[in-house]
């Protein structure tokens, strides 16, 4: 007989209260202080943040942005990055990736994925770099690599590519803040980093926000200019077109909060991860691992033989109070206002998994009786 799972409460995909009521008698004096010193706009928290947040991963420079898209805006817009250039970039991730070239007038070049890791597939880059060149229509100039649901793409391979190629390398590392590749804390792993504290992803706000990291000191200064309308030394000297890219205060005293149980959160997204992989590795295919790395598992993602029993496995769960969701139904360079922008090659695997995969729920305050619910679940419909 299959356990009983009707009438249990629904499981969250998401809670944000338990983690708040976790949080709350650090988080609350916080939020009195800005509101009693009403910097709101660059108070002292950001400092505090960029300050920790860059020891926190290791990279010289962290300078807090709006959003994660605005984050990678600012990043393109600092290698002048627009009209006649080629940015290379996977085409099964999230929307922004391919929006914030399009939006500075750049082609983005869809590039297909591994997969077993759902990372970009660094042997097909190589060769869209090469037929890009070939053709000469376009100026290759820049490589985003996004490290999916929170593992690390393969920034060793990307970083050889990039510079034989002399391309610019661009980490969005929107859903993997926190993870680690080779011992090290993703953020210089790519010329710049940029993440985003969404309030889903593993380091998310109260709001919007993001940030960029580089370990170059002009870079990190051009940052800072772009995010506060391309000012200079002085706040009404403009010295270039920017934007209006700085992280609120208030966002930043919740980060500054969040980041003191940051590190416990991202062991107990790790050790669900590999109850699920035990128990579920069996019966649907779990998610394989990037070597030597360590995720931020902002997503576990499993797939399916098929879109049917995909539909299936969502429809049992769901009856069983488990929420699921699909990142992502359909690859970027099938979205109505992307494929215009794609040449025609072709991207089967993307094109695949996205008929195929779906995300369990996966947060750190699942206790233990939702895991062993969670997989009794995906075992009864599987
Ligand atoms: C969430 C996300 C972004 C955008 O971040 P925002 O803060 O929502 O603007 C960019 N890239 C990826 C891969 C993301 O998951």
Redesign the pocket.
């Known amino acids: 007989m299959p356990p009983d799972l009707t009438g249990l409460r629904p499981i969250p995909f998401l809670d944000l209260k338990a983690q708040q009521a976790r949080i709350a008698a650090d988080l609350k004096p916080r939020i009195d202080a800005v509101l009693a010193h009403c910097q709101f706009i660059l108070g002292p928290e950001v400092a505090e943040l960029e300050e920790k947040l860059a020891a926190f991963c290791g990279a010289k420079h962290c300078v807090s942005v709006s959003?994660?898209?605005?984050?990678?805006q600012i990043a393109m817009m600092a290698e002048e990055i627009g009209r006649g250039d080629a940015v290379f970039l996977p085409a099964f991730?999230?929307?922004?990736?391919a929006e914030v070239p399009l939006v500075l007038g750049a082609t983005p070049v869809f590039v297909d994925i591994d997969p077993h890791t759902f990372q970009i597939d660094v042997e097909h880059l190589q060769e869209r770099i090469t037929a890009i060149r070939a053709e000469g229509r376009l100026r290759p100039r820049a490589i985003i690599g996004?490290?999916?649901f929170g593992q690390p793409a393969d920034w060793p391979a990307i970083g050889e590519i990039a510079q034989r190629e002399r391309l610019f390398t661009l980490d969005?590392c929107?859903?993997a803040f926190g993870a680690t590749h080779h011992g090290r804390r993703l953020g210089s792993a790519a010329d710049c980093t940029?993440t985003?504290?969404?309030p889903?992803?593993p380091f998310g706000a109260y709001g919007?926000?993001?940030a960029l990291f580089t370990e170059s000191d002009e870079r990190a200064a051009l940052y800072r200019s772009l995010r506060t309308h391309g000012e200079g030394t002085t706040r009404y000297e403009v010295l270039r077109t920017g934007m209006n890219g700085r992280l609120d205060t208030l966002q930043a005293a919740v980060l500054l909060s969040k980041l003191t149980v940051f590190e416990e959160e991202l062991e107990a997204r790790a050790r669900i991860a590999a109850v699920y992989d035990g128990r579920l590795g069996n019966a649907v295919i779990t998610p394989a691992r990037v070597p030597d790395s360590v995720s931020a598992w902002?997503i576990y993602a499993i797939v399916l033989p098929d879109t049917d029993s995909r539909d299936r496995m969502q429809a049992g769960l769901k009856a069983d109070g488990v929420p699921s969701a699909i990142y992502y139904p359909r690859p970027l360079h099938l979205q109505p206002a992307y494929a215009h922008a794609h040449d025609g090659a072709a991207l089967p695997v993307s094109e695949d998994i996205a008929t195929r995969i779906m995300a369990l729920p996966l947060h750190p305050d699942l206790t233990d009786q939702d895991v062993a619910r969670i997989c009794d679940s995906v075992l009864a419909h599987a």
């Open positions: 959003s994660g898209t605005d984050a990678l991730t999230y929307t922004a990736t996004v490290d999916l969005d929107a859903q940029a985003s504290f969404f889903s992803k919007d926000g993001g902002a």
